[in-house]
């Protein structure tokens, strides 16, 4: 389950838990510093720790350019 949930958006993995019933608790860090720029409205998940519940780690996004954000939609 922890590959499963690593390293995707939030959303998609409690989407993904719900379907499975799987409870999920969230938890959200960030970066002491503000060198690169992030997107604090997605959130992606960069920890997973399963016992009697999942609990995951989410910090923001990567912030994407314009450009970026439209060559990954067409990747779709």
Same mark, same amino acid.
Do not use: H, K
């Given at each position: 389950?922890?590959?499963?949930?690593?390293? /995707?958006?939030?959303?998609? &993995? *409690?989407?993904? %838990?719900?379907?499975?019933?799987? @409870?999920?608790? =969230?938890?959200?860090?960030? #970066?002491?510093?503000?060198?690169?720029?992030?997107?604090?409205?997605? /959130?992606?998940?960069?920890? &997973? *720790?399963?016992? %009697?519940?999942?609990?995951?780690? @989410?910090?923001? =996004?990567?912030?994407?350019? #314009?450009?970026?954000?439209?060559?990954?939609?067409?990747?779709?």
């Amino acid at each position: 389950m922890q590959d499963l949930f690593l390293a /995707r958006p939030w959303e998609t &993995v *409690r989407q993904m %838990a719900a379907e499975r019933s799987i @409870l999920c608790t =969230a938890e959200d860090t960030c #970066a002491p510093r503000s060198f690169f720029p992030v997107d604090a409205e997605e /959130r992606y998940v960069v920890r &997973v *720790r399963c016992g %009697a519940n999942c609990m995951v780690t @989410l910090t923001p =996004a990567p912030a994407r350019s #314009a450009a970026v954000a439209a060559y990954e939609e067409n990747l779709r």
